[in-house]
């Protein structure tokens, strides 16, 4: 099956530095990308949602300037938490669906667990 | 957007049949029902998906009723690497998640 690799899988990071946080889509071309967060005993909540060459959209309550979204190429999705700060610790997923093909299945990355001290 | 509704948590014995229900009573007609599941500090898998026939894979059976209000998912053999919480989504532009169903499978 598809697979969407997601990287890194855990990071630690200081009180307002930012961190990267990559998704590739490995073995197929990945039109849109979405990104979630999901915190601990809760389900996961659509943060934003990147097609490539376009601005992404950000859901309602979802600041735009501080959860960068770039979306350059058909393989490749980036979401880069800036100035983190504790509230931000999350583990955030990407998502994506094969552009073609006959199944419409979504097909997640392992997840990043963010933790900002 | 149809929405979707499931149990908070279910138990099931290793080696029974684990029945899943989901509520969607307003499904639009080109509107199909996914399932996924989480098992812990991992992304979610992919386990089926129907329009409005009965499906069958190598992971689950998917029953959707006549009116297409509700479904359910049957993992047929439950083992204990089954638990996970188990989401029933009805697609649409993006993928949202409800709250889910808790599987507990224990010995």
């Known amino acids: 099956g598809a697979v969407v690799s997601q990287h890194p899988s855990w990071v630690i990071c200081k009180s307002g530095t930012s961190v990267k946080i990559e998704c590739r889509s490995l073995d197929f071309q990945a039109t849109t990308m979405f990104w979630y967060r999901q915190f601990p005993k809760q389900s996961l909540m659509l943060m934003a949602t990147s097609n490539e060459g376009s601005k992404a959209t950000y859901e309602q309550g979802v600041e735009k300037d501080k959860f960068l979204i770039n979306h350059a190429s058909l393989t490749l999705s980036t979401l880069t938490v800036t100035s983190a700060h504790p509230e931000d610790s999350s583990f955030y997923i990407c998502s994506s669906i094969p552009m073609a093909g006959r199944t419409t299945e979504a097909f997640f990355g392992q997840g990043t667990r963010l933790t900002v001290v | 957007d149809a929405k979707t509704t499931q149990p908070t948590s279910m138990d099931c014995a290793e080696g029974r049949a684990a029945n899943l229900p989901c509520n969607h009573s307003t499904i639009s007609g080109n509107e199909y029902v996914y399932w996924y599941r989480q098992i812990h500090s991992q992304g979610p898998q992919y386990i089926i998906h129907?329009?409005?026939n009965n499906e069958t894979n190598e992971m689950a059976s998917l029953i959707i009723t006549e009116d297409r209000k509700s479904s359910t998912l049957i993992l047929p053999h439950a083992t204990l690497r089954d638990t996970a919480v188990y989401y029933c989504?009805?697609?649409?532009?993006?993928?949202?998640f409800g709250k889910g169903t808790m599987l507990l499978v224990s010995p």
């Open positions: 989504i009805v697609q649409y532009s993006t993928l949202t």
């Open positions: 129907g329009l409005k």
